[in-house]
Structures are given as C-alpha cells and as structure tokens.
C-alpha cells in the first residue's frame, strides 16, 4: 500500500531563516506531487505541483520553493522566511489527476 | 474554472443521528470529479469518498454516502450514525478530468461536531 511521510512535524523557526521540509511517498511510481499550505481556519492553497523529477509548476509567487530530486520525494525550501509563511503545510500525492492523499503535515510558525 | 461553494460554515449533530454536508460547484467541464475530505483535529486531510461524474450512481463508503445531482451542480454528503469520531472540518472538492489539469479545488469547509 502507498504512504506519504513529512518531517518535520512541528517547526519553529525565526524571521530571516532558511526553510527545508521534506515529503516522501511510498508504494507508489511516477506520482504527482503537491505542496499545500493552509492558514488557520482556512482552506488549502496550492503551492507547487511535479508531474516528474525536476518538474515543478508553481502556483502562487511567493518566498518559497519546491524541489524533486527524486520520483518519490518532494522539498519545500526558502532562503529566508518571513513571518507570513507561518501556517501548517501540507504534502499529497496523486496519480494522473484523480483523487489526493495526504501526509500528516508540518506545522511552522515563524517567529 | 471551478469553484466549490459550502454554504453551511458549522453544523452539529446528535450521536447516532444523520447529518447531510451541502456543497454546489461550478465548472464548464464535462468530464470531472468530486471528493469530500475529512480534516479532523490532527489536521491531516482524509478522502472520505469520491464520485466520478459521469457515473450516475451515488458512491457509498459504509457510513458515508453521497447524493450527487449533476444538473443541479450539486454534490452533498450524508453522514449516517454519527460517531464522535466524525467531528472534523469537511471540505468538497472536484478536479476536472483534462491533460494537465492537477489542481483540486476546495470549498471553504464545514465544521461538523458531533454531540454525544
């Protein structure tokens, strides 16, 4: 069966520093990735999407980056954070365009 | 482009008892489909059923059923014997069935409690 891990799970960190939150699947081949970041009481927003290795689109313009050196890992980075980019993030998976699952997410507050 | 409308911000229902989730889109898209997560306090986001548009029969998951109206633009869930365990946020989404289209779109979310 897949699984999709994130670490960390929890994460503070101050204004000005770098970012790095990995997101790794299992189970599964060639899947699309995504990263999602949701504020407090609010939906989700999508951040990047891979449909493969070194393939990212970005959704929204912002401080933030995404990776994929490998098929089944996805990196959400920064260089330096801002306190807007607090929020609890979330990695899915999905093959094609059908259904998406989640990991268990990264709570990050910039402080 | 897709938009999800939940009209219903919070509900609450009595252990044991059924409770319908509303949720109406929008896309000029044929070919589609539609889900509703599950985001309990722990945050992560659960499938908790999901139906292909161009399947006219409801998809049922145990407790979880869905009255789909494709006309309407509808897409409600049904929760039936609620359990505390229920008690989560649930937002509807749908994604449409087209080469390079990866983005789900979600509704705004309906918090259900479940009362004992």
């Known amino acids: 069966s897949q699984t999709i891990h994130q670490w960390p799970a929890t994460l503070v960190q101050p204004v000005g520093s770098p970012l790095s939150l990995e997101c790794t699947v299992e189970g599964t081949s060639n899947p699309n990735l995504y990263w999602y970041r949701q504020a407090a009481g609010r939906g989700l927003q999508l951040l990047f999407y891979?449909?493969?290795?070194?393939?990212i689109s970005s959704e929204v313009p912002q401080n933030l980056s995404a990776s994929r050196p490998q098929d089944r890992q996805f990196i959400l980075s920064s260089k330096k954070l801002l306190l807007s980019d607090s929020g609890f993030y979330l990695c899915?998976?999905?093959?094609?365009?059908?259904?998406?699952?989640f990991g268990p997410g990264t709570r990050l507050t910039v402080t | 482009a897709q938009t999800v409308t939940q009209s219903q911000p919070e509900m609450s229902v009595q252990e044991a008892e059924t409770v319908t989730l509303s949720c109406t889109y929008d896309t000029s898209e044929s070919n589609y489909y539609l889900f509703w997560y599950k985001q309990p306090p722990s945050r992560q986001m659960i499938l908790v059923i999901r139906q292909e548009a161009y399947k006219q029969q409801n998809a049922t998951e145990n407790r979880f059923s869905v009255n789909f109206q494709k006309a309407a633009k509808s897409f409600s869930l049904k929760i039936s014997d609620s359990q505390l365990g229920d008690t989560a946020m649930y937002f509807c989404?749908?994604?449409?069935?087209?080469?390079?289209?990866?983005?789900?779109?979600f509704g705004k979310g309906t918090k259900l409690s479940v009362i004992p």
């Open positions: 989404a749908s994604v449409y069935s087209g080469a390079g289209s990866y983005q789900l779109t």
């Open positions: 891979s449909v493969g290795i070194g393939q």
């Open positions: 899915a998976w999905s093959v094609g365009y059908r259904e998406q699952y």
